[in-house]
Nanobody
Framework: QVQLVESGGGLVQAGGSLRLSCAAS????????MAWYRQAPGKERELVAAITRGGSTNYADSVKGRFTISRDNAKNTVYLQMISLKSEDTAVYYCRAEIRRVYGSKIYLTHWGPGTQVTVSS
């Protein structure tokens, strides 16, 4: 079994910063893409940032220049450094990872964390 757990969320004033972490544990024999999504009340879940196994990144236009995604493959962990936070960044942030759970398998399964709340006050 594989589990993803996010941490680092909380309450911050506009203009502040937060750093989210997502650690994968369990039977892991490789992780391809990892990503952060977010969902605000009444909104659809949206992709915030993604990073490939090799470190290539892409960001939603709304967070470019403010958020930075990174990963530590040795720790099976992905991070999201958020600066200059705005009220519209308020949402539950979810970690997603494509994980190979069996050695030698060509199958990567998508896993989601339970989410962590980020609230930005104005």
């Amino acid at each position: 079994q594989v589990q993803l757990v996010e941490s680092g969320g909380g309450l911050v004033q506009a203009g502040g910063s937060l750093r989210l972490s997502c650690a994968a544990s369990g039977s892991i024999f490789g992780i391809n893409d990892m990503a952060w999504y977010r969902q605000a009340p009444g909104k659809e879940r949206e992709l915030v940032a993604a990073i490939t196994r090799g470190g290539s990144t892409n960001y939603a236009d709304s967070v470019k220049g403010r958020f930075t995604i990174s990963r530590d493959n040795a720790k099976n962990t992905v991070y999201l450094q958020m600066i200059s936070l705005k009220s519209e960044d308020t949402a539950v942030y979810y970690c997603r990872a494509e994980i190979r759970r069996v050695y030698g398998s060509k199958i990567y399964l998508t896993h989601w964390g339970p989410g962590t709340q980020v609230t930005v006050s104005s």
